[in-house]
T-cell receptor, first 115, second 114 residues
Framework: GAGVSQSPSNKVTEKGKDVELRCDPI?????LYWYRQSLGQGLEFLIYFQGNSAPDKSGLPSDRFSAERTGGSVSTLTIQRTQQEDSAVYLC?????????????FGEGSWLTVV | DAKTTQPNSMESNEEEPVHLPCNHSTISGTDYIHWYRQLPSQGPEYVIH???SNVNNRMASLAIAEDRKSSTLILHRATLRDAAVYYC???????????????FGKGTLLTVNP
């Protein structure tokens, strides 16, 4: 597939457990983004990676959230000690670069439910 | 990022044109106007973008006011598949700032009636 791929597509976890969400960006895309969308809410920026530059972590809601991007490609978003308010769709996106004319492509999302 | 204002919701009938407005009165000369849409249970998808001139692509047209303080996304013949939330977003092409990310507002929920 040529699009942004995310896994798992659905995850139900118990409160207090750690979860990992994976994102495979479009091949050759240097910019990678994570967003979160809670039920009925807008999209909330979480973190941004661009090449070898330091990531912009300004949107991470707490220190339970972290993300890494290995080899400039695949990214993993980790949520430690999950809480019920973490239930949301986590969307990954990528783009060729950061020029504002570049299109940002989104994946289908990972639906996380914390029970 | 400069702010945009959109109606919360709009309705259209199938096969009729739809004009989705967006106000951005504080737009700067270096802001691109982007439109994305989000279909139910899917991630957002790119629709169109422009800077000063009107733009057309296979999905839609973008009409930009001469003073750039407003724009209109035009769907020429709405289909049921066009029912979605449409987001009008400004991205600064100037150096510095956080122009690399999209800042989503609440968008316009478009309902298409059969």
């Amino acid at each position: 597939g040529a699009g942004v791929s995310q896994s798992p597509s659905n995850k139900v976890t118990e409160k207090g457990k750690d979860v990992e969400l994976r994102c495979d960006p479009i091949s050759g895309h240097t910019a990678l983004y994570w967003y979160r969308q809670s039920l009925g809410q807008g999209l909330e920026f979480l973190i941004y990676f661009q090449g070898n530059s330091a990531p912009d972590k300004s949107g991470l809601p707490s220190d339970r959230f972290s993300a890494e991007r290995t080899g400039g490609s695949v990214s993993t978003l980790t949520i430690q000690r999950t809480q019920q308010e973490d239930s949301a769709v986590y969307l990954c996106a990528s783009s060729l670069g950061t020029y504002p004319g570049n299109t940002i492509y989104f994946g289908e999302g990972s639906w996380l439910t914390v029970v | 990022d400069a702010k945009t204002t959109q109606p919360n919701s709009m309705e259209s009938n199938e096969e009729e044109p739809v004009h989705l407005p967006c106000n951005h009165s504080t737009i700067s000369g270096t802001d691109y106007i982007h439109w994305y849409r989000q279909l139910p249970s899917q991630g957002p998808e790119y629709v169109i973008h422009g800077l000063t001139s009107n733009v057309n692509n296979r999905m839609a047209s973008l009409a930009i006011a001469e003073d750039r303080k407003s724009s209109t996304l035009i769907l020429h013949r709405a289909t049921l598949r066009d029912a979605a939330v449409y987001y009008c977003i400004l991205r600064d092409m100037g150096s510095g700032g956080s122009n690399y990310k999209l800042t989503f507002g609440k968008g316009t929920l478009l309902t298409v009636n059969p």
